[in-house]
T-cell receptor, first 114, second 114 residues
Framework: GDSVTQMEGPVTLSEEAFLTINCTYT??????LFWYVQYPGEGLQLLLK?????DKGSNKGFEATYRKETTSFHLEKGSVQVSDSAVYFC?????????????FGKGTRLSVIA | GAGVSQSPRYKVAKRGQDVALRCDPI?????LFWYQQALGQGPEFLTY????????KSGLPSDRFFAERPEGSVSTLKIQRTQQEDSAVYLC????????????FGPGTRLTVT
């Protein structure tokens, strides 16, 4: 079945460091890809999305590009802040038509220290 | 507020008790999903409604789990004869309408079975 694999954490970075969190997927067809973030004590929030190959999703300085050839959707940010400390989940829906159940990776905990 | 709400936020149940978890969706969202998130893991799909119709319940782990959405709005996830392995955070997410690819998550209900 469809699956998402993301790098294990925790990841600890100093403020202003460059962030990459790797995510690869296995899916039949043409999935939509997402990054969700869970801040301490809060619910899951959509960070960014891409619905077709070569699309780049971006939000709050984070970016991820849908790479069909490598089945990847790596999350990047050029300069992290303490406020970015959270758990990040890569996810997919199996189709690009309509609302369907999400398949999540296990999550990567990021801690940014001042 | 305009977000997804869930109640109770925390529930402690003795093994063998029945529990009911409630989800109030964002108004107008026709799709409603339940997910189970074990500690340190990503959310896993349980079941999915479109309006009042339960379209997919393939993720429900056993016949002790039952979900309903009788009027196409509020949904209840019921767990009968709770077991320790049911301890998790239960997340509700809704989507649809203009939020074609996005699911909006509630804060979750943390269930602890003792």
């Amino acid at each position: 079945g469809d699956s998402v694999t993301q790098m294990e954490g925790p990841v600890t970075l100093s403020e202003e460091a460059f962030l990459t969190i790797n995510c690869t997927y296995t899916a039949t067809g043409y999935p939509s890809l997402f990054w969700y973030v869970q801040y301490p004590g809060e619910g899951l929030q959509l960070l960014l999305k891409a619905t077709k190959a070569d699309d780049k999703g971006s939000n709050k300085g984070f970016e991820a590009t849908y790479r069909k050839e490598t089945t990847s959707f790596h999350l990047e940010k050029g300069s992290v802040q303490v406020s970015d400390s959270a758990v990040y989940f890569c996810a997919l829906t199996p189709t690009n038509s309509g609302n369907t159940p999400l398949v999540f990776g296990k999550g990567t905990r990021l801690s940014v220290i001042a | 507020g305009a977000g997804v709400s869930q109640s109770p936020r925390y529930k402690v149940a003795k093994r063998g008790q029945d529990v009911a978890l409630r989800c109030d969706p964002i108004s107008g969202h026709v799709s409603l999903f339940w997910y189970q998130q074990a500690l340190g893991q990503g959310p896993e799909f349980l079941t999915y409604f479109q309006n009042e119709a339960q379209l997919d319940k393939s993720g429900l782990p056993s016949d002790r789990f039952f979900a309903e959405r009788p009027e196409g709005s509020v949904s209840t996830l019921k767990i009968q004869r709770t077991q320790q392995e049911d301890s998790a955070v239960y997340l509700c997410a809704t989507g649809g309408g203009r939020a074609l690819y996005e699911q909006y998550f509630g804060p979750g209900t943390r269930l602890t079975v003792t």
